[in-house]
Structure formats: C-alpha cells, structure tokens
C-alpha cells in the first residue's frame, strides 16, 4: 500500500517521494493511522523494517497540523505559551537507549521534516553540551536524545519538557537491558501526564509489556513479525571453530571472499581492540569502536566505514542499535553475546530495507550453550558447518567440555558477564 493512502501532509508524501519510497512496509502501515490518530501505541518489528519513520512521519504530521491550528486562532495562545518560560519548549521526545541511535533517528527526522518549518535537536553525552543548547535555543520542535544527557539538560534547567505533547521509546528493550530505567523514571516526574506515549522496540519481552501497561492509556498493540523474529532477508551461517583460530578464519573470509566492508561484533572492549591490532597484521584496513572511545573518534571511524575507507569494523554491542549502513551485506559474530536477544540486533545490521545479507557466527566448544540461548530465542536450529583447513580440534572440544563442567557454573558466569556489559554500555 502506498504513503499517499495513509493521510500524511502533502509536503512529507513529496519527501517520501524524492527519496525513493512509494511503499509503505507493514509496520508503517499499521502503526502510522495509529499515531495521526492521537492513540497510545507499543510496536515492534525486525530491524531493518522502517520504524523510524513510522513514528517520525506522524508526529511531523500532527506537529505541521497543530502550528496551523495555532495560527488560525491567531498568535496569541502561542505568543503567551512562549512568554511562559524562556526555556526551549519541547513538543515530541524521543528516548533512544545510545549515542549511534540518538544520531540516526534524528537524521531521520531532518530528512523527512525537510519541506517543513519542524526543527529537530538531538542531544547525547560524550559531546559538548553548549553546542547542544546552542542548538536548542535556535529552536526545538523534536528533541531526540539519550537520557542521561536530557537529565543534564533538565536540571541545569536548559530546556522544558513542559508542554511536551509526544513522548517516543525507539529500541526500548534496549534501553531497559542497559538499566536506563532509573533515569527514565527521573525524566517522566517532569513529563505532563496528558501526552501521547510511543513505544518501538526490535524485540519483546514481559518487562516491555510492564513498561507499557504503566505508561501508556488504552495502548494499540502492533506486532509485524513473530516475536523476535530475524529479519527473513539474511542467511545465517554458522562454522564451529576454534577460539584460537578465530582470527585467523575471519581475515581469510574477508580476504578470500574480497569483502569490501564487514561489521564485525565481540562481546568486550578489549577484545574488539585486540581483534582489530592482529588483523591490521593481516594487511586488512580495520578499526575497532567501542563506549571507550570519544565521541570524535567513534563518529570519524563510522564516516570511514559508511565511506568504504574500511574493511571491516570490529564493534562492541554499543553499535547493534544505531549503525544504519543500507547496502552493507556481512556482519560476522566472532562471539556469541551472552545476551541472546542481541543476537538478533546484531545481524540486523544486514538485510536491511528488503535487501539480502549475510550472517556469520564464529563458535567455539566453550560457547556452544550461547549457540542454545541463540536458537531459543529465534526459534530455530542454526545447523554448525565445518570450514575446510579450519575444523575443531575434537578432542580439544572434549577436554574443554570436561573443565568447563568442574568449574564456575555456565550460567552464573553469563549473568556477571551481562552485569559488566550493561555497566559499559551505560559510559
């Protein structure tokens, strides 16, 4: 079905238009009367399928609508709004769990906005906070931010949430799985209860469902796909190997199969850094990306990447959410996570827009109960190949297997290794 049936202002169905979009996708469809409807809404759908814009359209539409609402009744109401507060007056909010993401959606919003008076803002921490209010006091209709830089915004009291009248959670498993709650629960004190509250997320869980039943009034229930279901364009691979050539398979995939540009995903800092030191070895063009890194760095290795200027990035789960790179075809899990679910948003970096990718999982002996969390939570049996000139060593899997089992439990080494990962992710 196309936009034009959907009721969307003539001028955001022109920029549709230019930018190639005729066809609505399915979560498009389903959530945008939704949203121009005013109605409280708890969406999910595989990455790659467009939720950004099944948001971001409504809400520049009813925005565009509400400013000639306010005209027409003259400029009075909007003129004594404004003498209210100096503060930069918020009228949509979207919460998005990380830096990448905040970037992306707010990209989003300039471009569909673009024939439009809307002005968008984003803000996130890691970058300088007087260029981000610089911004705002320029004027704010959407602000897209990270919360724990709209707290800093809210008490150095640069800008109000008092007239807000959209609130969006974009990937709000996410920013539940990184322990953001404290922090939202902070931000919705000084939300006004009379608003509409948008709730997208790539996956579903019973705290996503908690979550809405205590924010939202009457909320649509959208789901596309089977719950966390992968996106159907990407074909997933998986070699068993072992951890110790690991390094070694990777650089011959890409070398071999002459990759031009791979995602690559480990599950710490460290080793993103370490992969990335012995495969420049290799004479492969790498760079690592990670929460350690600045802002500067993290934003100039990403421009290298999307620009070709690299084979691969190796990438901690701080770019699982956020990394939109439309015609990248590889991403390669050269570690299981420990948290399942994010298995999926991880090689929903490929695939995207109806395009085919390519996923590859690495699996070690030790992380064959990762590869079992991983199939539980799809639904499916991902069957283990053998590389030729890199199968496993078998009777090292055996002895690996026997220590494994007289040491720390599986599962409570995972729940720690999960702990630490939120904590990182959270810098």
Same mark, same amino acid.
């Given at each position: 079905?196309?936009?034009?049936?959907?009721?969307?202002?003539?001028?955001?169905?022109?920029?549709?238009? &230019?930018?190639?979009?005729?066809?609505?996708?399915?979560?498009?469809?389903? $959530?945008?009367?939704?949203?121009?409807?005013? @109605?409280?809404?708890?969406?999910?759908?595989?990455?790659?399928?467009? =939720?950004?814009?099944?948001?971001?359209?409504?809400?520049?539409?009813?925005?565009?609508?509400?400013?000639?609402?306010?005209?027409?009744?003259?400029?009075?109401?909007?003129?004594?709004?404004?003498? $209210?507060?100096?503060?930069?007056?918020?009228?949509?909010?979207?919460?998005?769990?990380? @830096?990448?993401?905040?970037?992306?959606? %707010?990209?989003?919003?300039?471009?569909?906005?673009?024939?439009?008076?809307?002005?968008?803002?984003?803000?996130?921490?890691?970058?300088?906070?007087?260029? +981000?209010?610089?911004?705002?006091?320029?004027?704010?209709?959407?602000?897209?931010?990270?919360?724990?830089?709209?707290?800093?915004?809210?008490?150095?009291?640069?800008? &109000?949430?008092? +007239?807000?009248?959209?609130?969006?959670?974009?990937?709000?498993?996410?920013?539940?799985?990184?322990?953001?709650?404290?922090?939202?629960?902070?931000?919705?004190?000084?939300?006004?209860?009379?608003?509409?509250?948008?709730?997208?997320?790539?996956?579903?869980?019973?705290?996503?469902?908690?979550?809405?039943?205590?924010?939202?009034?009457?909320?649509?229930?959208?789901?596309?796909?089977?719950?966390?279901?992968?996106?159907? =364009?990407?074909?997933?691979?998986? %070699?068993?190997?072992?951890?110790?050539?690991?390094?070694?398979?990777?650089? %011959?995939?890409?070398?071999?199969?002459?990759?031009?540009?791979?995602?690559?995903?480990?599950?710490?800092?460290?080793?993103?850094?370490?992969?990335?030191?012995?495969?420049? =070895?290799?004479?492969?063009?790498?760079?690592?990306?990670?929460?350690?890194?600045?802002? #500067?760095?993290?934003?100039?290795?990403?421009?290298?990447?999307?620009? #070709?200027?690299?084979?691969?990035?190796?990438?901690?789960?701080?770019?699982?959410?956020?990394?939109?790179?439309? &015609?990248?075809?590889? /991403?390669?899990?050269?570690?299981?996570? %420990?948290?399942?679910?994010?298995?999926?948003?991880?090689? #929903?970096?490929?695939?995207?827009?109806? @395009?085919?990718?390519?996923?590859?999982?690495?699996?070690?002996?030790?992380?064959?109960?990762?590869?079992?969390?991983?199939?539980?939570?799809?639904?499916?049996?991902?069957?283990?190949?053998?590389?030729?000139?890199?199968?496993?060593?078998?009777?090292?899997?055996? /002895?690996?297997?026997?220590?494994?089992?007289?040491?720390?439990?599986?599962?409570?080494?995972?729940?720690?290794?999960?702990?630490? &990962?939120?904590?990182?992710?959270?810098?």
């Amino acid at each position: 079905m196309s936009f034009k049936s959907l009721g969307l202002h003539d001028s955001l169905l022109q920029t549709v238009e &230019s930018l190639g979009y005729s066809q609505a996708t399915p979560i498009q469809l389903k $959530s945008i009367p939704a949203v121009l409807e005013g @109605r409280d809404v708890i969406a999910g759908a595989q990455t790659g399928t467009g =939720k950004t814009a099944a948001f971001i359209l409504p809400i520049l539409h009813r925005l565009m609508q509400k400013n000639v609402e306010l005209q027409s009744n003259d400029t009075a109401n909007e003129e004594v709004l404004n003498a $209210s507060t100096e503060l930069p007056l918020v009228k949509a909010l979207v919460l998005t769990p990380t @830096r990448e993401l905040a970037q992306q959606v %707010y990209k989003s919003a300039v471009t569909y906005g673009d024939a439009t008076a809307i002005r968008s803002v984003v803000a996130y921490g890691g970058a300088s906070i007087n260029v +981000q209010v610089d911004e705002l006091n320029r004027g704010v209709d959407i602000l897209v931010a990270t919360p724990g830089r709209l707290l800093e915004l809210i008490f150095k009291k640069m800008v &109000s949430l008092s +007239q807000l009248q959209v609130l969006v959670f974009d990937e709000a498993d996410r920013m539940l799985d990184m322990g953001f709650m404290v922090e939202v629960k902070r931000i919705l004190r000084v939300l006004p209860k009379d608003r509409q509250t948008l709730l997208f997320s790539a996956t579903f869980n019973d705290e996503i469902y908690a979550l809405s039943k205590s924010l939202m009034s009457s909320p649509v229930y959208i789901e596309v796909d089977r719950k966390n279901q992968v996106a159907t =364009k990407v074909e997933q691979t998986v %070699y068993a190997v072992d951890a110790s050539r690991k390094r070694e398979l990777v650089s %011959y995939l890409i070398g071999s199969k002459n990759w031009r540009q791979v995602l690559i995903f480990t599950r710490t800092k460290q080793g993103a850094d370490e992969l990335a030191k012995e495969m420049l =070895k290799d004479g492969l063009k790498v760079q690592s990306i990670h929460g350690d890194k600045s802002q #500067g760095a993290r934003d100039r290795i990403l421009s290298e990447f999307k620009a #070709g200027d690299l084979r691969a990035l190796i990438a901690t789960d701080v770019a699982a959410r956020g990394l939109d790179i439309p &015609s990248l075809e590889q /991403v390669i899990n050269f570690e299981l996570p %420990y948290n399942a679910e994010d298995y999926i948003h991880r090689i #929903g970096r490929t695939g995207r827009a109806g @395009r085919d990718g390519l996923a590859i999982s690495f699996v070690s002996p030790k992380e064959q109960y990762l590869l079992k969390d991983v199939e539980e939570v799809i639904g499916e049996t991902l069957v283990q190949q053998w590389f030729p000139g890199f199968e496993p060593n078998l009777q090292d899997e055996e /002895v690996s297997s026997k220590k494994h089992r007289n040491g720390v439990s599986k599962k409570r080494a995972r729940e720690k290794a999960i702990q630490r &990962s939120k904590k990182s992710k959270k810098q």
